[in-house]
């Protein structure tokens, strides 16, 4: 489990800084669209590769930013049924929904949107607006986004069973975005320390 914890903590680290890296798209966006906007209306001067990026860079935070969603809890749940549960109920049920239902997920549409991406780049498939940009970059947000929810799903699978096997701390207990670096921390030192003390001592 120790090391199961050290990869979920790895993970973890991955996707906060994924997350601090997409926040910044969001500037970009706004950036760009006010530029565009001032050029168009003041200038005529436009084009849609100003407008397509706009568009790209959505799709980043979007794709990009589901891990790190799930790594903050920031997902929706239906919190009227989640509080009325004890914490064991709902780690089960996260564990049932990331096997059943997320990881199938991730994986068919890591699947699907692959040879997509692949048959753009090789035809070098380009948008179908006058000065539009290439297509591939943005395909390859699907794939690129489905595998790392579904290596921070697998980083909270990790952390669900830590708990239910006494060797983690929940991280459903509160209401609030949780920030699991600390969560899992703690858990690797507390599987350290039993390690430790299961260990003969000479």
Same mark, same amino acid.
């Given at each position: ?5 050290? *990869? ?9 800084? %994924? ?5 910044? &798209? %969001? ?10 906007? %001032? !050029? ?7 084009? +849609?590769?100003?407008?397509?990026? =706009?568009?790209? $860079? *959505?799709? /980043?935070? &979007?794709?990009?930013? !589901?891990? *790190? !969603? @799930?790594? =903050? +809890? ?6 009227? $049924?989640? +509080?009325? #549960? ?14 059943? *239902?997320?990881?199938? $997920?991730?994986? @068919? ?19 179908? +607006? /006058? ?8 395909? !390859?947000?699907?794939?690129?986004? @489905?595998?790392?929810? /579904? $290596? ?8 669900? %069973? ?9 991280? #459903? ?30």
């Amino acid at each position: 489990m120790g090391i199961l914890l050290k *990869f979920s903590q790895c993970v973890d680290a991955l996707s906060r800084l %994924i997350g601090k890296v997409v926040i910044w &798209f %969001i500037l970009a966006t706004t950036v760009i669209s006010a530029v565009n906007a %001032i !050029a168009r209306k003041a200038f005529s001067i436009g084009s +849609n590769a100003f407008l397509e990026i =706009q568009w790209y $860079l *959505f799709a /980043a935070v &979007f794709m990009l930013g !589901a891990g *790190f !969603a @799930f790594l =903050q +809890n920031a997902h929706v749940r239906i919190d009227v $049924l989640a +509080n009325k #549960l004890s914490p064991r109920t709902r780690n089960y049920i996260d564990i049932v929904g990331i096997i059943v *239902f997320l990881l199938p $997920l991730c994986y @068919f549409m890591i699947s699907f949107s692959w040879p997509v991406v692949e048959s753009a780049y090789v035809s070098g498939e380009v948008s179908s +607006n /006058a000065g539009g940009l290439i297509r591939w970059p943005v395909y !390859a947000l699907v794939p690129a986004g @489905f595998a790392l929810l /579904a $290596l921070q799903a697998l980083s909270e699978l990790i952390k669900r %069973i830590a708990f239910l096997t006494g060797r983690g701390p929940d991280c #459903l207990a509160n209401d609030t975005h949780n920030d699991a670096e600390d969560h899992v921390q703690a858990a690797t030192g507390d599987a350290s320390s039993n390690h430790a003390a299961d260990e003969p001592q000479k």
